[in-house]
């Protein structure tokens, strides 16, 4: 008599759970559980192995890593809160999350996950949470393609004119279209702002004021965490390195061959290429433990099972007469 009514107060707890679990719930956390795995395959296909052995000694390479993923997160929620005159203040973590979205799992992707969020604040459509964060794109799309233009007339400026012919190259492709999409998404941006975007010429110089400090910022730590894992290179050689390493970024396709093949070549560096690519390794990996942090952190799942109440279906070890007298009161 004890087990059946254990049995009884077991199986009416799952049909108790399952007629809680709405479509929209499941798939949420089926999501949810999905990128999370996605983000471990990523390490995975890395190496843990590999990652064990290139990471750096220095403490302050890791802070700087945090940094690399603060900083464009922290310029996101500055422009979102200028743009909409801090009207919505949505938190830190949905910002996050959108970075992580962007940035490890699919491009823009963050963008239609930070519009839904967006159209569930009263008054505010779905349609206008897309202007508002079309906006923001616009804005964040031009300054990159803007950073990739001030760079290279730096290197011109400060005569590194050779270092460009070899990336020239290495691959004419990626130079031309480099080329072509900078210059070009940087004319439309400025010549049809007004068509494209419903902010204001001052608002928008101030937005992209923002996202042009997040760029300087963002290179200044990249610059400095390569100089803490491979010390005893000057400045001037980790700025070609950057410049290298940004347009190789830009590339469709090859970018990574274009990059490996010219950036080992620099004079002045102070390592072999065994160093310069564990270097990079170390980047990457420590990126990808970020991206899965800040997901695991903002993913609410502590709300999601209390939604669906699942919790309290997971202690079973209460005796026949406390299952038998909750299911008597219909309650737990």
Same mark, same amino acid.
């Given at each position: 008599?004890?087990?059946?009514?254990?049995?009884?107060?077991?199986?009416?707890? #799952?049909?108790?759970?399952?007629?809680?679990?709405?479509?929209?719930? #499941?798939?949420?956390?089926?999501?949810?559980?999905?990128?999370?795995?996605?983000?471990?395959?990523?390490?995975?296909?890395? *190496?843990?192995?590999? +990652?064990?052995?290139?990471?750096?000694?220095?403490? /302050?390479?890791? +802070?700087?890593?945090?940094?690399?993923?603060?900083?464009?997160?922290?310029?996101?929620?500055?422009?979102?809160?200028?743009?909409?005159?801090?009207?919505?203040?949505?938190?830190?973590?949905?910002?996050?999350?959108?970075?992580?979205?962007?940035?490890?799992?699919?491009?823009?992707? *963050?963008?239609?996950?930070?519009?839904?969020?967006?159209?569930?604040?009263?008054?505010?459509?779905?349609?206008?949470?897309?202007?508002?964060?079309?906006?923001?794109?616009? +804005?964040?799309?031009?300054?990159?393609?803007?950073?990739? +233009?001030?760079?290279?007339?730096? @290197?011109?400026?400060?005569?590194?004119?050779?270092?460009?012919?070899?990336?020239?190259?290495?691959?004419?492709?990626?130079?031309?279209?480099?080329?072509?999409?900078?210059?070009?998404?940087?004319?439309?941006?400025?010549?049809?702002?007004?068509?494209?975007?419903?902010?204001?010429?001052?608002?928008?110089?101030?937005?992209?004021?923002?996202?042009?400090?997040?760029?300087?910022?963002?290179?200044?730590?990249?610059?400095?965490?390569?100089?803490?894992?491979?010390?005893?290179?000057?400045?001037?050689?980790?700025?070609?390195?950057?410049?290298?390493?940004?347009?190789?970024?830009?590339?469709?396709?090859?970018?990574?061959?274009?990059?490996?093949?010219?950036?080992?070549? /620099?004079?002045?560096?102070?390592?072999?290429?065994?160093?310069?690519? @564990?270097?990079?390794?170390?980047?990457? @990996?420590?990126?990808?433990?970020?991206?899965?942090?800040?997901?695991?952190?903002?993913?609410?799942?502590?709300?999601?099972?209390?939604?669906?109440?699942?919790?309290?279906?997971?202690?079973?070890?209460?005796?026949?007469?406390?299952?038998?007298?909750?299911?008597?009161?219909?309650?737990?």
């Amino acid at each position: 008599m004890t087990q059946l009514t254990y049995k009884i107060g077991i199986d009416s707890k #799952i049909y108790d759970f399952l007629a809680r679990c709405n479509f929209k719930t #499941i798939l949420r956390g089926t999501l949810l559980i999905s990128i999370i795995a996605y983000l471990f395959y990523q390490l995975t296909k890395i *190496g843990w192995s590999e +990652i064990l052995h290139t990471l750096p000694s220095s403490p /302050l390479f890791y +802070i700087l890593s945090i940094g690399t993923f603060l900083t464009p997160v922290i310029a996101e929620m500055m422009s979102f809160r200028m743009i909409t005159a801090n009207k919505f203040p949505i938190s830190f973590k949905f910002f996050a999350r959108k970075h992580v979205l962007n940035k490890a799992v699919l491009s823009y992707s *963050g963008e239609a996950y930070l519009t839904q969020h967006l159209s569930t604040y009263e008054n505010l459509s779905l349609k206008n949470s897309a202007i508002i964060i079309k906006d923001q794109a616009l +804005i964040r799309t031009f300054v990159a393609n803007l950073w990739v +233009i001030i760079l290279v007339v730096t @290197a011109l400026a400060f005569g590194n004119r050779h270092v460009l012919q070899e990336i020239a190259t290495a691959s004419p492709s990626l130079v031309i279209a480099v080329s072509f999409i900078c210059v070009a998404i940087c004319l439309i941006a400025v010549l049809f702002f007004k068509k494209l975007s419903n902010l204001s010429y001052a608002l928008g110089a101030k937005v992209t004021g923002v996202f042009l400090l997040r760029s300087a910022i963002f290179a200044c730590i990249l610059v400095s965490q390569w100089s803490l894992a491979i010390p005893g290179t000057d400045l001037s050689t980790w700025f070609l390195f950057l410049v290298i390493f940004i347009l190789s970024r830009k590339s469709p396709v090859g970018g990574e061959f274009v990059f490996a093949s010219i950036a080992v070549t /620099l004079p002045g560096l102070s390592a072999d290429n065994a160093s310069i690519a @564990a270097m990079l390794v170390s980047i990457i @990996a420590l990126n990808q433990i970020n991206y899965l942090i800040a997901f695991i952190l903002t993913s609410d799942f502590g709300k999601l099972l209390a939604k669906i109440k699942l919790l309290p279906y997971l202690t079973f070890g209460r005796s026949s007469h406390e299952l038998t007298h909750q299911l008597t009161h219909n309650r737990l």
